[in-house]
C-alpha cells in the first residue's frame, strides 16, 4: 500500500487533528502489544497512513505527554473542598460561638489556623480549611491582614449591625411590657437507607434522599404555647415543579400566620420571625431588577416619588432603586401581622439560641426521630405529646436562656468594639477600612469561587 499524501505539508496543525493523530497512535501501541513479533512501531505506522513526517508526529506526541503531566500533577496537588458539614443553625451558632469566645476569653481576634484546630478538637470538625473558610464568611467574617502578615478573623459590620438592632429593640418592647411572641419551624426528614454491593461481597450503605419533609410550625410567648399554633405540612412535593412547590410552601406558611397565629395574638404583640426565611422576605410589591423593563423601573420610581428623567439609562434607573429600595421595602407578613395591630421583629441569621422556640422545636425533633414509614398524622400526635410534657417552669427557663444569650451578644459586641480600637488604631475607619474590608471581601469571594 502506497503511503498517504503529505499531511498538511508546509502548514500548521490544527488541534482536532493533533488530538486525531494521537488517538490513531494509541490505537495501533495497543494492536501492537497483542503482537509480539511485530517488527513495526506504532510511529511508523502512524506516519505510513497519514503521510505525516516523523518529526511532525513526535511533536504532537511530545505535546500531548506534556499536557497529560500536568494535568495529573494539578489534579494531585490541589486542594478539594469537601462537602458542607455544618447541618443547621445550631451548627453554625456553635462556631460563632467559638470565634466570640477568642474575643471574650483571648482577648484578640482568631487566626484561621487557630480556629481549625479549636473546631477540630472541641465539636469533631470534619471539614477542611478550605471548607472551614467558606462556613465562616457565610456567617459574616472576613479577612484583614495585619502589619506582621497575618490574617485575623473579625466580623463584617453589617451583620454586627443587624444583630444589634434586634438587641436594642428587643429590649426596649421587653421594657415597654410588650408581649412579644416567638415563631419557629423545623424541618423532620425521613430516613431511607439503600446498600450498594461491593466486588468483595460486602455492601455500603447509602443515604437516599428524604422521602418526606415535614414541616413543623410553632409559636409561643413566656405564658406558653399559642392555641391553635402548632402546625405541620409536607413540603416535598415530588409531583410538582420546583417553582409551584416553592409558592405552596410560601402559602402553607402564610395560611398559618393568618388562620393559626392571628386569632391566638393579644392585641399589640412584637412577633418575631426567622429573617434568614425566604417564606418571610417576600415582598408585597416585589422591587424591579437589572433585566426588567424601563417602564416598571419608571414606574416604581414615579410612585415613591424618587426624581428621575425619562432620559436616564436603565443603569441609571436601577442606580436609583438599589438607593432607595431599603426605603420602600415592605413584607407581605409585615404588612398582615401590621393590618391587625402588631409589630413584626426579624432575628438575625444564624442565632437560634436567641429564638427559644428554635430551641422546643429542636427537643421534639430530637424526640419523634426519623422513620422510613413517617406520617404527617403520627409525627403530629408525637409532637403533640411531646410538647404537653414540657413543664411550666421547663417552658420559662427556655425563654430565660435567650434573654441571657441576648445580655452575653450584647457584652461580646463591647469587647468586639475595644479590641478593634487597640487593633486598628492606626487605620483610618472613614476610608482605608471600607477599603480594606471591601478588598478583602472582593478576594475571598473570589477564592470561595474557586
Same mark, same amino acid.
Given at each position: ?20 493523530? $494521537? ?28 503521510? !505525516? /513526517?516523523? $518529526? ?17 500533577? %494539578? ?11 455544618? /447541618? ?6 456553635? !462556631? ?14 482568631? !487566626? ?36 506582621? $502578615? ?15 438592632? %434586634? ?122 431588577? /437589572? ?26 434607573? %436601577? ?53 422510613? /414509614? ?15 410534657? !414540657? ?34 488604631? $492606626? ?24
Amino acid at each position: 500500500m502506497a503511503p498517504a499524501s503529505k499531511l498538511g505539508r508546509g502548514k500548521p496543525l490544527k488541534s482536532q487533528t493533533k488530538e486525531v493523530l $494521537n488517538k490513531i497512535h494509541r490505537y495501533f501501541e495497543s494492536e501492537i502489544e497483542r503482537d509480539p513479533n511485530s517488527t513495526v512501531t506504532a510511529a511508523q505506522l502512524v506516519v505510513h497512513s497519514t503521510g !505525516i /513526517s516523523m $518529526n511532525a508526529l513526535k511533536r504532537v506526541l511530545a505535546e500531548y505527554k506534556t499536557r497529560t503531566t500536568v494535568k495529573k500533577e %494539578y489534579n494531585k496537588t490541589r486542594r478539594r473542598c469537601k462537602k458542607n458539614f455544618i /447541618s443547621d443553625d445550631f451548627d453554625a451558632q456553635s !462556631i460563632r460561638r467559638i470565634i466570640h469566645n477568642f474575643y471574650t476569653k483571648e482577648e484578640e481576634f482568631p !487566626i484561621m489556623k487557630d480556629l481549625y484546630l479549636i473546631l477540630k478538637a472541641d465539636m469533631d470538625y470534619q471539614g477542611s480549611l478550605c471548607t472551614l473558610r467558606r462556613h465562616v464568611a457565610k456567617l459574616g467574617f472576613r479577612w484583614v491582614e495585619t502589619e506582621d $502578615n497575618n490574617s485575623i478573623l473579625i466580623e463584617k459590620q453589617d451583620f454586627r449591625y443587624v444583630r444589634i438592632q %434586634y438587641l436594642t429593640k428587643v429590649e426596649a418592647y421587653r421594657s415597654q411590657g410588650r408581649n412579644i411572641v416567638y415563631t419557629g419551624d423545623t424541618t423532620i426528614e425521613s430516613s431511607r437507607m439503600s446498600s450498594k454491593p461491593k466486588p468483595d461481597g460486602t455492601s455500603t450503605v447509602l443515604k437516599q434522599p428524604a422521602k418526606s419533609k415535614l414541616v413543623t410550625l410553632l409559636a409561643g410567648d413566656l405564658q406558653g404555647i399559642l392555641k391553635n399554633t402548632l402546625y405541620i405540612f409536607d413540603s416535598s412535593k415530588r409531583d410538582v415543579k420546583e417553582e409551584d412547590n416553592k409558592n405552596e410552601n410560601y402559602f402553607n406558611h402564610e395560611k398559618w400566620f393568618r388562620y393559626h397565629l392571628l386569632p391566638s395574638l393579644k392585641p399589640n404583640s412584637i412577633v418575631i420571625v426567622d429573617g434568614g426565611l425566604t417564606w418571610h422576605n417576600r415582598l408585597v410589591n416585589p422591587t424591579p431588577h /437589572s433585566n426588567s423593563r424601563k417602564k416598571d423601573m419608571m414606574d416604581w420610581l414615579t410612585s415613591r416619588s424618587v426624581p428621575h428623567s425619562s432620559n436616564m439609562y436603565k443603569a441609571q434607573l %436601577y442606580q436609583l432603586i438599589l438607593l432607595h429600595k431599603d426605603k420602600f421595602s415592605d413584607y407581605k407578613i409585615d404588612a398582615l401581622l401590621r393590618e391587625h395591630g402588631h409589630t413584626v421583629l426579624r432575628l438575625p441569621p444564624h442565632h437560634p439560641d436567641l429564638n427559644p422556640i428554635k430551641t422546643v422545636l429542636s427537643s421534639v425533633k430530637e424526640y419523634i426521630g426519623t422513620d422510613i /414509614s413517617l406520617k404527617l398524622e403520627s409525627v403530629l400526635k408525637i409532637a403533640k405529646e411531646k410538647l404537653s410534657s !414540657i413543664e411550666p417552669e421547663e417552658w420559662k427557663q427556655t425563654f430565660r436562656l435567650a434573654e441571657a444569650e441576648e445580655n452575653s451578644l450584647k457584652a461580646t459586641e463591647m469587647i468586639i468594639d475595644e479590641i478593634s480600637e487597640r487593633t486598628f488604631k $492606626n487605620i483610618d475607619e472613614e476610608t482605608g477600612e471600607s477599603e480594606r474590608e471591601d478588598d478583602n471581601g472582593s478576594e475571598q469571594e473570589s477564592m470561595d469561587s474557586d
